[in-house]
Each structure stands twice: as C-alpha cells, then as structure tokens.
C-alpha cells in the first residue's frame, strides 16, 4: 500500500503541476519514471532496511544506508543516457549558449530533484515506524493480560484446599512423628507461598529464585509418600544472577508429577535437569506415563498450551520447545536465549 500510495502520488504531481498541456503526455511519462523510483526506493526501505538497520537499533548504517540507496535512485533516474532521459529533460534550463552551467543553480536543480524520492523515504519510514510502534505496544498489552490470567491460574492451580490440607498434612504428620525435617518442611511451604504472592510478579525474577521454588515444590510433593519417590532434580545454580520470567519450568514439572505415577517405585520415575550458560538456560523434564492414552492438562493448571504462548510473548525467536511423547514416557526441552 505505501509503494503504491507515494509512487502514485509522484506520478501524478508533475503532471498535475503543469500549465503545458501540449506537453501533458511527456509530463505524465515523466511522473511514471519518477514514480517508478519513489516505489523502488519505498520497497527496499521497506522489506530491507528498516528491519535490518533500524528495528535492530543501528541507526548509523540505516541513515548512511538510506543516504546511499536515495543518492543511487536519483543518479539512475537522473543518468543522461538511460532511454528515459528525454523525458526527464522537460523542465530543464534550455541551453541556448555554451556558457558552463552555474553551480548554484545546478545545486538547486538536483535538490529540487531529490524532493520525490527525500519525502518518499522519510514519509514511508515514519508511517512503517508508527505501525511498528501499535503493533508492539498491543502486543505489550496481550502479553500483560494473558501474564495475569496466567498468573490467576497458576495460584488457583497452587494455592488452593487440596494442595495445602495435602501438605499441611504431611507437615502435622512429621511434627507427630516429631521428625526433624518438619520444621524445615514448614519453611519450605512459607516460601512457595510468598515467592508466588510476591515475587514472582516481577516481569524477571533471579535464576537463584526460581530454583528454590522447584527445589521446594519437589520436596513438598515427595512428602506424599514416607517410602521415597524415584525422582531426581539436577539443577545448576552456577549462575544465580541470570534474569528469567517467573513460574515458566513449574507447570512442565507439575505435569510430570501428575502424569508419571511417581508413587509406583517399580515403575514410576521423573528425571529434572537445568543447565546454564552466560546467556542461555536449558530445562529437560522427562517422566514415566501410566498405561493407557495420556490425556492432557484439565482445567486447574495453565496446560502446556497455556506455557507454550507466554514463551511466544515473553521469548520471541529467543527459545525452542520441543514436546516429545514416546510408548512409556513423556519429555520436554526447553531451551531459552537470555540476551
């Protein structure tokens, strides 16, 4: 729309300009060629540079290269010997004598040449800009809204009667038992419940944080059963400071806990890993499935849907997520670009 809006519009002004309509043929050839440029010249600002120099924050090499790509249109456009040079010869100083051309009016010829294609760049940029801007700014608010029904779910899914009289069960029975680890088990439900309500309402929380929550879910949860569960957490905390959207490793751990049967020791187990690196995170989850189709998230949690589209909206090109189902287990990897 926008080739076709400013190469329109330099077509017609030449020939709507002018008072020689003997001539009114040669004025609209002459808005053709200079159209034809204003859309060529629109095109590669368009599909090339504004997303190679300027979305990506170079503005030096988009300005110099916007420069380049102008002056280049014009000398094409303008060459003395293209087939289209008669046309463009209309408005031109007759040279009735052989006097040298002055620079000064030379200048202001190659300006006045320049106006077309200079407002068609600039003209082009600021409305591709202006999209640019709405579309980010409705993405921005997608993502914080779908960020707080997540976030809704998540705790209905979480903090909810089953999940705490379950725990809390398991807590009074220690303390019966006068076992030593209650009061540790006590701290550990008091820090789920605080990093949910309070931290992880930041848009990035420390990789530190997050695996404490993991670390404490996974104790809370093998509180179950007193005989022990086959599940083995390999968390890396080499690098606590890495920045990272909060509650995205949970649900996929969540998932295998619901799916795995973990509490048959025969057959039952879950394997948990996180790697880093200086700006990436790898998380592996793999569990064992029960006999029988595997059916999907039900109402309660987020789903894997749910975790799949805030990747899309918080990590754009910045992660990969692969989803594999086999015969008796069920895996994900999840890999995510920091920076």
């Not at 440029?37 to 190679?52: D, H, K, S, T």
């Not at 100083?93 to 010829?109: L, S, V």
């Not at 420390?206 to 179950?224: A, F, G, H, T, V």
């Not at 619901?258 to 879950?270: A, M, N, P, R, T």
Request: glycine share 6%; charged share 20%.
């Amino acid at each position: 729309m926008q080739i076709l809006f400013w190469g329109v519009i330099w077509m017609l002004i030449p020939f709507l300009l002018t008072n020689s309509w003997e001539s009114w043929d040669r004025f609209l050839m002459r808005g053709i060629v200079i159209g034809t440029g204003v859309g060529l010249l629109v095109f590669v600002n368009l599909e090339v540079m504004l997303p190679r120099f300027f979305f990506s924050k170079k503005f030096f090499w988009y300005v110099l290269s916007g420069l380049g790509l102008t002056i280049l249109v014009l000398l094409v456009i303008y060459w003395d010997q293209a087939p289209w040079a008669a046309w463009l010869n209309l408005s031109d100083r007759p040279h009735t004598d052989h006097r040298p051309p002055n620079p000064i009016y030379e200048g202001f010829r190659w300006i006045s040449r320049s106006v077309p294609f200079v407002t068609a760049f600039i003209g082009s940029s600021l409305f591709e800009i202006a999209a640019y801007a709405g579309s980010k700014e409705k993405e921005t608010i997608q993502l914080q809204k779908e960020k707080l029904e997540t976030e809704l779910k998540f705790l209905k899914s979480q903090i909810n009667p089953h999940f705490l009289f379950n725990t809390l069960n398991n807590i009074y029975t220690l303390t019966v038992l006068r076992a030593e680890s209650a009061p540790e088990q006590l701290l550990r439900l008091s820090e789920i419940l605080r990093y949910m309500l309070y931290d992880c309402t930041a848009d990035r929380v420390p990789l530190k944080k997050e695996i404490d929550y993991i670390r404490n879910y996974i104790s809370l949860k093998m509180l179950k059963d007193s005989k022990g569960m086959n599940v083995v957490a390999d968390l890396d905390d080499s690098r606590p400071d890495l920045l990272i959207a909060p509650m995205l490793f949970i649900p996929f751990i969540e998932n295998a806990f619901k799916h795995s049967h973990v509490e048959d020791l025969q057959k039952g187990w879950i394997r948990i890993r996180l790697k880093t690196g200086p700006n990436w995170v790898q998380f592996d989850v793999e569990n064992s499935l029960q006999e029988g189709p595997y059916s999907k998230d039900r109402t309660g949690g987020i789903g894997l849907e749910n975790v799949r589209r805030q990747l899309e909206l918080i990590y754009p090109d910045q992660h990969t997520l692969v989803l594999g189902e086999q015969v008796d287990h069920f895996a994900v990897s999840l890999k995510i670009q920091l920076a």
